[in-house]
């Protein structure tokens, strides 16, 4: 039982571990956005210089359209391993709920065992001092 309670205790750990991930993502996810939104309205606003800035600029901006799409693709990965963690450990619970009710069961067996025995007990006493 306590290796099915370190169990889950392990699982819900790092299912916080995956949440504190999540949320960091997803500000992070927010954080690209805005820098990929200011540095398309800076675009906008400036004219074109020269041929030679203007390949530099596309670049910086797939790559920062590239680093929010990876962020998004973290973010959901990291979700459905939350939901995932999340069911397993409804699972572990089930389970330890399900080992607590047989241990509860065999602990009543045992006591019942255990008094029928005293009970055998005082009769063999009994009756090994009526035959002296």
Known sequence: MNKLHS????KERELLKIRRASGAKASQLAQMEKMLQETKSMMDKKTETGAEKKPFEDNMVSELEEKVQRSKRERRNSLHRTQLLESQMKTVRGELVDT????QVLRDVLRRSQQKAEERQAAMEKLNAELR
Do not use: A, I
């Open 7 to 10: 169990e889950l205790s392990e």
């Open 100 to 103: 607590l009710d047989h241990l």
